[in-house]
């Protein structure tokens, strides 16, 4: 009931920038926390950097002074800014929000995820 479609994704030089989107839709109640996480062959899944809904931020060590997570509440959007890009920066990128839905006259709060794009940071 909550959909999530990341774009922005692509092949960058190493020092390049990206600047990935993110937009939510469905039978959105109230989106709380929304983040981006990352996933490289061979590894496993990891938080990149995530935003609350009243705009505080937190990013993953490796990506401090390098990338800015921002949303817009109104337009259900999370963006992040990607600057001097590394190789060990490649790997899928996927979006997440933990969101609130009204199903059957409730309210259901839950984590929901992108199917993720592509980042790949190569000369």
């Known amino acids: 009931q909550v959909q999530l479609v990341e774009s922005g994704g692509g092949l960058v030089q190493p020092g390049g920038s990206l600047r990935l989107s993110c937009g939510a839709s469905g039978s959105i109640f109230r989106i709380y926390d929304m983040g981006w996480y990352r996933q490289a062959p061979g590894q496993q899944r990891e938080m990149v950097a995530a935003v609350s809904r009243g705009g505080k931020t937190k990013n993953a060590e490796s990506v401090k002074g390098r990338f800015t997570i921002s949303r817009d509440n109104d337009k259900s959007t999370v963006l992040l800014e990607m600057n001097s890009l590394k190789p060990e920066d490649t790997a899928v990128y996927y979006c997440?929000?933990?969101?609130?839905?009204?199903?059957?006259?409730?309210?259901?709060?839950?984590?929901?995820w992108g199917p993720g794009t592509q980042v790949t940071v190569s000369s």
């Open positions: 997440n929000a933990d969101a609130e839905i009204l199903q059957g006259g409730a309210i259901i709060r839950r984590d929901y």
